[in-house]
């Protein structure tokens, strides 16, 4: 049995651990920076123009 001190302890390590977790939510939330949108997606048109690939004649 724990002593009502020991679970007021206990008590607050699991509020403080609920609302760090939740100060760390808000902050990713309204963090403006998105990297997502940043990278590159893909080979752009100048790229794709000087490696262009010819058609083979048909025939």
Known sequence: MLSP????L????????????LQNLIARI?????P?????RGPGPKWHAKHAVRAAPAG
């Open 5 to 8: 001190h020991a679970s007021l």
């Open 10 to 21: 206990l008590l607050r390590d699991g509020w403080n651990a609920i609302a760090t977790g």
């Open 30 to 34: 309204r963090d403006p920076y998105r």
């Open 36 to 40: 997502e949108l940043h990278y590159m």
